[in-house]
Structures are given as structure tokens and as C-alpha cells.
């Protein structure tokens, strides 16, 4: 989604002075955005590090540890920085990269029956190696969801769900919506169904 955009435009409008977008605290004045970690909020800007917005990828991809960071809504971003944008494009571009797709995602949960896509939907649209995701009972996809998309592991708020287990709250994640299940979620629960198809053949064997 190219800059200008109606769902940045309902961005901009949805806050007048500041707004949290998961571990991001976005400050606005009339001139520029000024952006700092959540935990640094309390800090002056003279003991935060300046960084550019081309610094922003780097900081995005990994943590203080020089980790890779596979999912950027982990709550994992590095603290000790502020940065100055000048404009809402650079804006755009610093939470597009920061969190990919929160802001057009954000803005299609701002409809009547925004577009949800439940795990069951999700994976009996899967072949191959993923296809026996399907497989999973209700109660052993809600043990993968518990251990991939805590507020531990993922801020998103998830909006998809398995029936008997409920969405998130509006207060235990953070603004930015999650639609569907994600890459890493499908990879563990394939992990899941292969670890119980083995434990039922080391049974039927023993």
C-alpha cells in the first residue's frame, strides 16, 4: 500500500496528541513525530540515542542481543532510542517497518465485520506439509494458540479463534489486530500434529 493512504489517513486522525502502537510510543506536534520505546517513556530525550530513520530496518530485524527477530510484534524491540520524523511519510514508512501491515490491518477492524479469517478457514486452505494442521482438535489448536500468541511471545491482538476459545481483549495485547493465523502459528501447530501422530505410533508399537 503506497503513501498516500485512506487507512494512514484514519491513522493520523484516530490520535491528536500521542498514541502507543504496541511497544512504540508515537508523540505528535505540529511540526514532526517523535517516536521512542514504551519502556523509555519516562526518559528525557538526552539520555535516548538519535537514530535515523534508515536506522529503523536494523532496529526492526533485531534485538539488543543481535538476535533475528522472525516476528516483529514480539514484545522484543530494543530500548535506549528516539527518532524525529519529519513528516507522515517518514512516519508511514518507520511504523511499516516497525510492524508490516499494523496500520492497513488496524484500519479494516475500523468496519462493521472486518475480514477475519478463523483457524479452521485457514487451514483447510493448506496442502501439502501443512495440511494435516487441519488434523488438530479444538483443544490441541487453543495449546498452540496459548504458547504462540501470548502477550509473552506476540503483542497483536488476536481477532481469530477456534470454537471454545476466546479472541484477546481489547486491553491484554495492543492496538495492532491480528486476522488470521501467521506463518509461525501454522509451523507449530504442523509441529504439534507431527509430535502427536508420533507419540500414537510409539503407543500402538509398545
Known amino acids: 500500500m503506497s503513501w498516500p493512504n485512506r487507512a494512514f489517513e484514519a491513522f493520523l486522525a484516530n490520535f491528536r496528541h500521542q498514541i502507543v502502537w504496541a511497544e512504540v510510543l508515537v508523540e505528535r506536534s505540529e511540526q514532526f513525530f517523535l517516536l521512542r520505546h514504551t519502556a523509555d517513556r519516562e526518559f528525557s530525550p538526552d539520555r535516548l540515542r538519535n537514530i535515523t530513520v534508515a536506522e529503523v530496518r536494523d532496529l526492526a530485524n533485531f534485538t539488543e542481543n543481535r538476535a533475528f527477530r522472525p516476528l516483529k510484534s514480539a514484545p522484543t524491540l530494543r530500548r535506549g532510542w528516539i527518532l524525529t520524523c519529519r513528516s507522515p511519510a517518514e512516519l508511514w ?44 482438535s479444538n483443544e490441541e489448536v487453543a495449546e498452540v494458540i496459548h504458547s504462540t500468541c ?34 509461525i502459528l501454522l509451523e507449530n501447530a504442523r509441529k504439534a500434529m507431527r ?10 508399537n509398545s
Open 150 to 183: 501470548s502477550a509473552q511471545s506476540c503483542l497483536k491482538r488476536r481477532l481469530w479463534t477456534i470454537e471454545g476459545f476466546e479472541i484477546d481483549s481489547s486491553e491484554s495485547k495492543s492496538l495492532i489486530p491480528c486476522l488470521e493465523p501467521c506463518a
Open 195 to 204: 509430535a502427536a501422530q508420533e507419540h500414537t505410533r510409539i503407543s500402538e
Open 93 to 136: 514508512r518507520v511504523l511499516q517497518d516497525l510492524y508490516p501491515g499494523s496500520i492497513p490491518d488496524w484500519f479494516a477492524t475500523q468496519n462493521a465485520s472486518p475480514p477475519v479469517t478463523h483457524y479452521r478457514e485457514f487451514t483447510n486452505r493448506q496442502s501439502g506439509m501443512y495440511r494435516i494442521t487441519q488434523m488438530l
